[in-house]
Every structure is written in structure tokens, then in C-alpha cells.
């Protein structure tokens, strides 16, 4: 199907009349830091205009929305609300699961080489508790499965990857990785930063225990306001940390002090909540769920897969190698390039000049699409390219 469909053209150019950044910039670099959406931009203003000028009085409102964040979070990985937590970032959710397992000495954790270092450094300092971090070696830009079941034993208690690669965005089939987890005994944690507001999951069938995700990529949110799913049934599992006023079920009464420990995922957030951030993130939250974000089969995900596709056969056309595996089962929202034997850092610069934002990743020219990028955009990024290249 065409980018020019008429019914396509539509429903994404409402989407793009929706993110500011389109009336300037062609912006290829959401597995990044995305953009604000314009929803998200709004709930920003309304809510500083409402502190400055009425202080505490708004808060109630404020936290009620709140809670619709956690309702659509949860509605997105077809998940219980009781199983979400509201976090600052992946990293915390990483953090979270990290610190609080009850590991024993000669435990160990299962994952990849390339990881993002935030699903690498959590895991690797727990070496003073006698545990290891087993990291498992990529074959070239793809995840072979059956390495990282050869990695795993009876002491195995969890095995941690990325959904989606953050270099060149080799998208893993997450119920495989669940069944090998599981096999061993251990649970899945899956880093979705990279895959969240992309393509659509169920954790339940999936077979995932633990999921963080900021929302400052592809769900078009500030940094700062993160999503945590746990499964129910693992709640007891996890000693809890960070425990604070905002963790006990009495949370609202300061002045009975009992250590009843809430019996939901929320338990883990602690203190006061970043307000401001999450009703931004619920914003574009609302906004995505409105062009089908949460369907069984996302309507957002093929544009953004049709769009790659539309990208990568421009940049073959202009003399770029493709590093990333662009097979249908595991291609994503991310494809990264050599061009020629230009320097990565030269290319982007080059496009900053003519207000295309692409990234450097692993050595390559990394380029994330979004829903509402057209097809102006990616010529305007060859354009870019070619200027690079001196042409």
C-alpha cells in the first residue's frame, strides 16, 4: 500500500497536524528522544499555568488523571492496572527488579552483548552478591535463541533483553525468549523502550514477568515518566524498595504509621509522582490510543514498517548499505546505514544544516520514523544525505 492512500493520507496527516516539530524538521530520531506531541504539549502548559497560578488546589485532578495514565498503560500490553507502576524511567524498572530479587550466591542473569548499557550495568552490579551477569553475543545485527538458551542453567533466575535492538533494531520474537526463560526456571524482563508505541504486545500471552519502558521514544512523552509491569502473581516475589508514604495502603493518612504494604505494583513508586510528566505522557497516551495504538494489530506499527520501507529502498537507491535485518518478523521502527565510507558524525551534522535529525548508533547512521513521517520527509533526508556526500 502506497503512503499516498487516499484513506492513509488522511488519517496520518491528521496525526502529523498533531506534532509540531513536522512544520520545521524532518525528525528520524525517536528511538532517541521523540518530539512532544501536541496534546502532550498542552497538558504541559495547562499544568504549569495551574501551578503557578492555584498551587496545591488542582492536585486531586491532577492524580486522578494520573491514574488514566496507569488505565492506558495497561491497556496497551492488555494488562491489569494493579500490575502497572508509574516510574521515572526504564533504568528504574530495571533497577527495580534488580534490587529487590532475592538472589542467592551463584545465581546469574542471562543477556545480550549489545544491550543498552541500562540492561547491562543493573544486572553487573550485582556481582557483589555473588551473582553473574552472563552476556551473550549477538550473531552480526541478529539474536540467536539458541545461544541464549545455551547460556542459561538451574541457576539462571532471569533472563533480560531488549524487544527491540537500540542500534540497528533486530526486533526479538518475545514468546520464544519467554519459553526459554521459562524453561529454565527463570523469568523474562523485557527492556520494550524500543518497541512500546510501535507494535502492539499482550504480556500475558507473550509469556512476560517484568516489562519497563520510558515514554519519552515512540510514545511521544517527556523523559521522566516511565511505565512498569509486573505479573501479579510475582508481586510477593520482589522484597520492596523504595518504600514511602506513597507505598503503604493508608497512603493518605500521614499520621497512622503502619507498614501495610500496598498489594499492587504501585507499592514500588514511593513518594510524590512526577504530575507533570505523566499528564503529558497520558496525553500522547490518549492521542496514539485514538489511531489504534492498542489494537491486536496496530495500525501504527504497519505505517511505521511501510514507511522504513519506503526509507530503505531510498537509501539503497543512493549508494547506503543497510545493516539492519529488514526481515518481516523481526524488522522494526529503526534501520541503521553506512553511506559510503562517510563518517557518521559528518552525515548527521551535514543534516542538522538542512534540518534533518537522524543519530549515530554502533558506528552507524541510525534513522526512526515515526507514524506521521511522509514522504516529503524521507526525500528531504536523501537530499540531506547527498549534500553529505558533497553532491
Known amino acids: 500500500m502506497s503512503l ?78 494493579q500490575e502497572i507502576a508509574l ?23 542471562v543477556t545480550l552483548g549489545n544491550e543498552f548499557p541500562s540492561n547491562l550495568y543493573p544486572w553487573m552490579n550485582l556481582e557483589r552478591l555473588g551473582v553473574e551477569t552472563r552476556r551473550v553475543a549477538p550473531d ?18 532471569i533472563v533480560s ?19 526459554i526463560a521459562h524453561d529454565h526456571g527463570a523469568l523474562l524482563f523485557l527492556d520494550a523502550i524500543q518497541g ?30 516511565g511505565l512498569f509491569f509486573m505479573r501479579r502473581e510475582l508481586l510477593n516475589r520482589l522484597r520492596p524498595t523504595r518504600v514511602g508514604w506513597n507505598s503503604v495502603v493508608q497512603r493518605f493518612n500521614y499520621q497512622e504509621i503502619d507498614l501495610n504494604i500496598r498489594k499492587e505494583a504501585a ?47 531510498q537509501l539503497e537507491r543512493s549508494g547506503a548499505h543497510i545493516v539492519s535485518d529488514r526481515s518481516e518478523t523481526v524488522r522494526s521502527g529503526i534501520i541503521a546505514f553506512t553511506l559510503r565510507n562517510l563518517d557518521p558524525a559528518h552525515v548527521k551534522r551535514i543534516c542538522l544544516e538542512h534540518d534533518v535529525v537522524v543519530s549515530c548508533r554502533g558506528g552507524y547512521l ?14 528531504r533526508l536523501v537530499n540531506a544525505l547527498r549534500k553529505s556526500e558533497g553532491v
Request: aromatic share 8%; charged share 20%; hydrophobic share 40%.
Open 161 to 179: 533483553v531488549s524487544w527491540v535492538g537500540y542500534a540497528t533494531g533486530y526486533r526479538i520474537h518475545v514468546q520464544q525468549i519467554a519459553e
Open 366 to 379: 541510525r534513522v526512526s520514523p515515526h507514524a506521521y513521517t511522509n514522504e516529503e520527509d524521507v526525500q
Open 4 to 81: 499516498s492512500d487516499d484513506l492513509n493520507c488522511t488519517i496520518w496527516q491528521t496525526f502529523r497536524d498533531e506534532m509540531p516539530i513536522a512544520r520545521r524538521w524532518a525528525y528520524f530520531d525517536h528511538a532517541a528522544v521523540s518530539p512532544l506531541s501536541r496534546p502532550a504539549q498542552q497538558a504541559l502548559e495547562t499544568w504549569s499555568k495551574e501551578a503557578a497560578n492555584d498551587g496545591v488546589v488542582p492536585w486531586s485532578r491532577w492524580t486522578q488523571r494520573v491514574e488514566r495514565v496507569r488505565e492506558l498503560a495497561a491497556r496497551l500490553m492488555h494488562a491489569d492496572p
Open 140 to 157: 552480526g545485527v541478529k539474536i540467536d535463541a539458541g545461544r541464549l538458551a545455551d547460556a542459561c542453567d538451574e541457576h539462571t533466575r
Open 267 to 313: 507499592r514500588y513508586e514511593g513518594g510524590s509522582a512526577n504530575l507533570v510528566g505523566f499528564l503529558a505522557l497520558g496525553a500522547s497516551l490518549e492521542m496514539l490510543s485514538s489511531f489504534g495504538l492498542t489494537a491486536k494489530a496496530s495500525p501504527i506499527a504497519e505505517q511505521i514498517i511501510r514507511i522504513g520501507e519506503m526509507i530503505c529502498q
Open 87 to 109: 516510574v521515572p524511567n526504564t533504568t528504574s524498572g530495571i533497577g527495580l527488579v534488580a534490587e529487590s530479587y532475592p538472589w542467592q550466591p551463584g545465581d546469574n542473569v
Open 196 to 225: 512500546l508505541g510501535v507494535f502492539p504486545i499482550d504480556v500475558r500471552d507473550a509469556g512476560v514477568d517484568f516489562l519497563a519502558a520510558d515514554g519519552h521514544k515512540w510514545l511521544l512523552g517527556p523523559e521522566g515518566a
